[in-house]
């Protein structure tokens, strides 16, 4: 631990969960690079790991964005090729760009394909799903909506997925955001993780959450106190 870490580390209660607000206001206070760290959140989910309807996946739109610019890449053709264009889409082509990436370009962050192009999308499973950037329906990326579904990700609609712990984690923004952006972008990713719950479930489903700036020292979230909100 190093001498700023441990300075910061020093600011938090560990034996407190605190409400949102308090949270996010103590940790704009947490950070230790020079640079404007980003802003992480872990969700500890209580699934079954070995039981395929409890994974738990889909995307939201964080209210004030990563703060981060997407690199967005539309596999289609046709018409779509220019939905995809003024919905503000970095790359668009279709068998150009398979071959592009087949060959190793991977230079983006979101794939979004049309269903009638599936078929040659799925030659690049291998490539693609070692990076998590496959498209998938369950989480949009395989629509024919492609100008407003590319607006979205470009504006700073997000993928979640549960990792192999059964762990969420996702960038609500970064540390120079206000406070309440910070805020707004938490309760939207808990509201849509909460929405996502699968009905086999027994038991806690969401057990903890942590917010951290990259470099700094987590506080802990008081999940019932998210709870009550989205329930109201």
């Known amino acids: 631990m190093g001498k700023k870490?441990?300075?910061?580390?020093?600011?938090?209660?560990?034996?407190?969960?605190?409400?949102?607000?308090?949270?996010?206001?103590?940790?704009?206070?947490?950070?230790?690079?020079?640079?404007?760290?980003?802003?992480?959140?872990?969700?500890?989910?209580?699934?079954?790991?070995?039981?395929?309807?409890?994974?738990?996946?889909g995307t939201v739109l964080l209210p004030s964005g990563t703060g981060k610019s997407k690199k967005v890449l539309v596999l289609a053709k046709g018409e779509k090729v220019r939905e995809a264009e003024e919905g503000g889409a970095d790359y668009v082509g279709g068998d150009d760009l398979i071959e592009k990436i087949k060959g190793g370009w991977l230079d983006f962050d979101v794939v979004i394909a049309t269903p009638d192009i599936m078929g040659q999308v799925g030659r690049l499973g291998k490539i693609l799903g070692q990076k998590g950037l496959m498209p998938n329906p369950k989480t949009g990326t395989v629509t024919f909506d492609i100008k407003q579904t590319v607006s979205e990700f470009k504006k700073g609609k997000v993928e979640y997925k549960n990792d192999k712990t059964g762990v969420i984690h996702l960038p609500l923004g970064k540390l120079s955001f206000?406070?309440?952006?910070?805020?707004?972008?938490?309760?939207?990713?808990?509201?849509?993780?909460?929405?996502?719950?699968?009905?086999?479930?027994?038991?806690?489903?969401?057990?903890?959450?942590?917010?951290?700036?990259?470099?700094g020292p987590s506080v802990k979230i008081d999940v019932n106190g998210l709870l009550k909100e989205v329930e109201a």
């Open 5 to 57: 870490y441990a300075e910061k580390w020093k600011l938090v209660n560990r034996e407190k969960a605190y409400q949102v607000d308090e949270a996010v206001k103590l940790v704009k206070q947490l950070g230790v690079a020079k640079f404007d760290e980003t802003i992480d959140l872990s969700i500890k989910l209580g699934i079954d790991l070995k039981r395929s309807d409890q994974q738990v996946r």
């Open 178 to 215: 206000s406070e309440d952006k910070i805020a707004s972008n938490l309760r939207a990713v808990f509201e849509a993780v909460h929405k996502a719950k699968p009905s086999t479930i027994k038991g806690t489903y969401i057990k903890s959450i942590l917010i951290s700036p990259t470099m």
